[in-house]
C-alpha cells in the first residue's frame, strides 16, 4: 500500500495504489484543516489533464491560449515550426529592442509552457540568451512561437496505458553550434513505455575539440540523468532491472563507451569516459546505434525544417488531441 502527496503552496496531488486509504487521508486533512475536495486531477498549476483509456493525456491549453491573447494573435496565421531553419539569432545586430520588459515577460511565459511542450525547448533555449539586451530579431523569433502555438494551443504529451515501464533514451549533440562561444549543445529525451517523461536542451561546460566528444559528453548527460529517473521510478515501486537502451547517431562516441582502453583521443574526457563506462559495466545501461534520420533528440539540438520536425513529434507521440482529425 503506497500513498504520495505533491504539495505546492496550499494545494496538494494526493495519488496511491489504495482508494480506501486515500479517502481516509483526505478526512484526516480535513479535520485539520479547511479543505476543499475537487475530485480526480484535471487541471493543476496550469496543466491540464484528461484520462480515457488510452492513457493521461497533458497540456497548458488554457495557459497558452492567453499568452496568444496577450500578443495579440488569435486571429494571426500558424506557422509549422517554431523556429526558422538555419537561423542566425546569436550574431544578428540590427538594434535593441525598445520594450526589454515585455521581451523578458513572453520568453518567461514560453518557459514554463516547455513542462508539456518539448517541441518548444531548443527554441526557449535560445531566446532565453539574449534576456539582457533582446535584438528586434529576437523579438520577432518570439512571435513566431506564437504563430507556431496557434496552430496547435493544446498540444502535449500522452502517457500511453497498457504499456510496459521501460526505460529508453535518446542523446545527441549540436557540435561546436553556439557562434560566440563554440561550445557544443547537448540535448536528450527519455521515455518511459514510449513516452517522453524527461527532455533538456543544455549548452556544455567545455568547448569539445571533436564531433565525438561532444556526443560522449551528451551520452554522460543523459547517463546521469538515467540514473535518477531510474532512482525516482523505484520510489513508485516500480523497479527496473533490464539495463536502460541508449540510443546515439555517433559511432565514435559509441565505440569509446564500450572500448577499456584509454589513448591520448580520450585524456580530456577520461571522467566522462569513466562515469559512462561503468554505467556499462553494471548494466545500467545498453549502447545503441541508431540512423540520425531517426534520431529522435535532434529537435532539441537544432532548428529543423517543417516535415523533419513534424516527424520526430510523432515519433515521440506528441499531439494535439483538440486538433480536427
Known amino acids: 500500500m503506497r500513498l504520495y502527496v505533491l504539495v505546492y503552496v496550499d494545494d496538494l496531488l494526493i495519488g496511491g495504489n489504495d482508494s480506501r486509504t486515500i479517502s481516509q487521508f483526505k478526512e484526516y486533512l480535513s479535520e485539520c484543516f479547511k479543505m476543499k475536495d475537487l475530485g480526480h486531477l484535471k487541471y493543476f498549476l496550469g496543466i491540464e489533464v484528461a484520462r480515457s483509456p488510452q492513457g493521461i493525456y497533458l497540456s497548458q491549453r488554457k495557459y497558452t491560449l492567453d499568452i496568444i491573447d496577450e500578443c495579440g494573435l488569435l486571429a494571426s ?11 542566425q539569432l546569436q550574431v ?7 520594450d526589454l520588459g515585455r521581451y523578458r515577460r513572453l520568453v518567461e511565459r514560453l518557459v514554463y509552457l516547455t513542462v508539456t511542450r518539448p517541441d518548444l525547448i531548443y527554441v526557449i533555449h535560445i531566446l532565453a540568451q539574449f534576456l539582457k539586451q533582446p535584438q528586434v530579431k529576437h523579438w520577432e523569433a518570439a512571435l ?11 498540444q502535449g504529451i500522452l502517457l500511453t496505458a497498457n504499456t510496459d515501464l521501460t526505460l529508453s533514451a535518446y542523446c545527441d549533440a549540436d557540435y561546436q553550434t553556439c557562434p560566440l562561444t563554440r561550445r557544443s549543445l547537448s540535448g536528450y529525451v527519455i521515455l518511459l513505455g514510449g513516452s517522453p517523461i524527461a527532455w533538456k536542451t543544455k549548452k556544455q561546460k567545455t568547448v569539445s575539440i571533436s564531433s565525438a566528444e561532444a556526443e560522449y559528453r551528451a551520452m554522460r548527460y543523459t547517463t546521469g540523468e538515467l540514473k535518477w529517473e531510474r532512482e525516482l521510478l ?4 516500480v523497479q527496473h532491472d533490464t539495463p536502460i537502451s541508449l540510443f546515439c547517431d555517433n559511432q565514435v562516441a559509441l565505440h569509446i563507451a564500450a572500448n577499456p582502453v584509454f589513448h591520448e583521443h580520450t585524456k580530456h574526457i577520461e571522467a566522462d569516459c569513466h562515469f559512462v563506462r561503468d554505467a556499462l559495466k553494471v548494466g545500467l545501461i545498453a549502447t545503441f546505434k541508431i540512423h540520425t534520420s531517426n534520431q529522435f533528440a535532434d529537435i532539441f539540438t537544432k532548428s529543423l525544417g517543417g516535415p523533419q520536425f513534424s516527424y520526430l513529434l510523432r515519433k515521440l507521440d506528441i499531439r494535439d488531441l483538440h486538433a480536427p482529425i
Open 234 to 237: 523505484s520510489c513508485f515501486g
Open 144 to 154: 513566431r512561437v506564437v504563430h507556431y502555438l496557434k496552430g496547435c494551443p493544446g
Open 77 to 87: 496565421r500558424p506557422f509549422a515550426s517554431p523556429m526558422e531553419e538555419n537561423h
Open 92 to 98: 544578428i545586430e540590427e538594434g535593441p529592442y525598445a
